[in-house]
Structure formats: C-alpha cells, structure tokens
C-alpha cells in the first residue's frame, strides 16, 4: 500500500541541503556586511557594497543578443 505522504532518504537529504546552502549564504551576506562595517561604511553604504546592483541581478540570458 502506498502512502500518500511517502518520504524517502533522497527527498529528506535534498531538504537539508537546501536550507544548509540558505543558511550558508546568510553568513556569508552578513559576514561582508561586518567587514563592510569595520571599513567605516554606513549600514546603508555596506549593503550596497555587497549586493549586485538590480541590472546585474536579472541580467541572466539564456542566449547571446
């Protein structure tokens, strides 16, 4: 009989290797926003500094123009 929640290693192994790679990169976000800090930039200014601009953010081309 087949249940229909049925959950398998895989499933539970791709769960937790994507909240793991979530958490990854909110450290490592926060950490450049320390550093950023540290250099004497504003909070405002650090952000900027680690985040891509909105051009580069949805700039993903699936062929060359």
Known sequence: MLHRHDAHAAGH????????????????I????????????????AVAAVTPAPSARFSIR???R
């Open 13 to 28: 192994c791709g769960v937790v290797l994507t909240v793991g790679m979530a958490v990854d990169a909110n450290v490592l």
């Open 30 to 45: 926060y950490e450049r926003i320390r550093e950023e800090l540290a250099k004497g930039k504003s909070l405002r200014g």
């Open 62 to 64: 699936t062929s060359p």
